[in-house]
Nanobody
Framework: QVQLVESGGGSVQPGGSLRLSCAAS????????MSWVRQAPGKGLERVSH???????NYADSVKGRFTISRDNAMNTLYLQMNNLEPEDTAVYYC????????????WGQGTLVAVSS
């Protein structure tokens, strides 16, 4: 069965950095688009970033220039490097497997909390 497990979240001060990881299993990781999605307190889901099967990336305007998504197919792992964190980045961050046929995410991790405050 498909499984996604996020790690690397925590509490940091504004301007700090974190690197999130997502360990994937149960499917051919290298053949699918992977995404990071976040949900801030009291808000809806926001698509943060995507990486396709050839390494192409896309970012939400709110994180562009500060976050970098990457993947290591040999290790079945997705990463999100987050620099210059702001309080507005506070959210639960989810690793998600994209289904391009249905235009949905068909698998999610449990989420990891990122809290940015002074």
């Amino acid at each position: 069965q498909v499984q996604l497990v996020e790690s690397g979240g925590g509490s940091v001060q504004p301007g700090g950095s974190l690197r999130l990881s997502c360990a994937a299993s149960g499917f051919t990781f290298g053949s699918v688009i992977m995404s990071w999605v976040r949900q801030a307190p009291g808000k809806g889901l926001e698509r943060v970033s995507h990486v396709n099967t050839t390494g192409g990336t896309n970012y939400a305007d709110s994180v562009k220039g500060r976050f970098t998504i990457s993947r290591d197919n040999a290790m079945n792992t997705l990463y999100l490097q987050m620099n210059n964190l702001e309080p507005e980045d506070t959210a639960v961050y989810y690793c998600a497997k994209a289904n391009t046929t249905t235009n949905t995410f068909d698998a999610w991790g449990q989420g990891t909390l990122v809290a940015v405050s002074s």
